[in-house]
């Protein structure tokens, strides 16, 4: 049921900060703040190497775990999109963790992949949002989200949710190897509890972001740039604008621009930085001053700090709260599935049934 809302895509991104904290709420203990995953007969503290897998938009959840994993944890990750992974001829450790992150727990290429690294005798670890489905069954260490159905075919709440449990789980991993100590770890699951709030007041620019739709329906090429962890969002971003309003989007890594796509640069082409505040923010700003020289339209996702000092000259700016690195990926999310949400909207398009595209995709 849509209740009050237009379509499930729009219930299931205002539904996030309910099912995110629920998600949180089984891998965070808040009697002592510390993380405690579900119990599995693996050693976690041995994994020296974590492959992952999945597709699309499970696939930019996987890039964000990726910074995650490296950056807190340190342990090295190999990330592939499904379809991919097997015909590389992928080369796995002995004793290795596989992880597969997918909503439907259906998609064929996930699968494949899944069998294969079993086959391998690799660990099979699965972030997965049915818990019902064919992937949950296989799993050795079954990490559910608690996303509940998602019916729009284009993916939101299930994203913030795999993000809550990757983070809660690269975090675990730095504690058991000993980066990480009880007053960090303690810490992180402080951050980690605002995140449903965090991401209310990202809601709360709705209407805001409503009233920009119309700088970006008339477009044909529409640029998302972000940098580290927020790489991936720029990724997740244009896909949620190609798969609902069919404009044409790609997501930068914002050094990556003049490196090529600087090239498509005018007057016609809004970019969208996103870009909290924070030590890479001023490499981001001289970015964005690439784009401006050449006439680039921006619209700037940042925080109070970020819009003061970059956010003149831009065409619009979406103001998110001011948050820690590490949950803001999930935080900017919002506004990014909020504007393709506005925009296909504007133009008319079936939202919740994108032409082309099937919820659950079971044929390789
Ligand atoms: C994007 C989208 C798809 C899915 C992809 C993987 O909005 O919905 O890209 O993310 O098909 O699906 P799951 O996560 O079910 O394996």
């Not at 596989?98 to 690799?122: M, N, W």
């Not at 296909?344 to 082309?356: E, Y």
């Amino acid at each position: 049921e849509k209740g009050n809302y237009r379509h499930f895509m729009q219930k299931e991104i205002f539904e996030q900060p309910t099912v995110v904290a629920q998600t949180l709420q089984s891998y965070l203990r808040q009697a002592d703040n510390s993380i405690a995953l579900p119990q599995f007969d693996f050693d976690l503290s041995r994994v020296r190497r974590v492959t992952i897998v999945a597709c699309g938009t499970s696939y930019y959840a996987a890039m964000v775990a990726k910074y995650w994993f490296e950056q807190f944890a340190r342990i090295p990750v190999d990330l592939d999109v499904a379809s991919e992974f097997r015909y590389r001829e992928p080369v796995l450790e002995d004793g290795g963790l596989a992880l597969f992150i997918s909503q439907s727990g259906e998609t064929a290429d996930t699968l494949a992949a899944l069998r294969h690294c079993k086959e391998q005798g690799q660990t099979i670890g699965v972030v997965v949002n049915v818990p019902t489905s064919t992937m949950a069954r296989e799993a050795d260490l079954l990490l559910p989200t608690h996303a509940g159905p998602e019916i729009g075919v284009a993916s939101t709440k299930a994203f913030t949710c795999q993000l809550a449990v990757l983070s809660a789980l690269a975090a675990h991993m730095a504690v058991l190897k000993g980066l990480m100590s009880p007053e960090e770890e303690q810490r992180v699951v402080e951050h980690l509890l605002e995140v449903p709030a965090c991401l209310n007041s990202a809601l709360d620019r709705d209407e805001e972001i409503a009233g920009m739709a119309h700088l970006i329906a008339p477009a044909r090429d529409v640029l998302y740039l972000g940098r580290g962890p927020d790489f991936p969002l720029a990724m997740e971003g244009a896909l949620k604008l190609k798969e609902i309003s069919y404009i044409h989007a790609e997501g930068y890594a914002s050094g990556e621009m003049k490196h090529g796509p600087i090239a498509l640069i005018d007057e016609h082409v809004p970019v969208v930085v996103l870009a909290p505040s924070g030590p890479l923010f001023e490499k981001t700003v001289s970015n964005m001053e690439e784009v401006r020289a050449r006439g680039g339209k921006i619209v700037l996702i940042s925080d109070r700090e970020g819009i003061a000092e970059a956010g003149e000259g831009c065409m619009a700016t979406i103001e998110m709260p001011r948050v820690h690195p590490l949950i803001a990926p999930i935080v900017y999310a919002i506004p990014v599935q909020l504007l393709a949400y506005h925009t296909a909207c504007l133009k008319g398009t079936d939202v919740d049934q994108p032409r082309n595209l099937a919820k659950s995709v079971t044929v390789e």
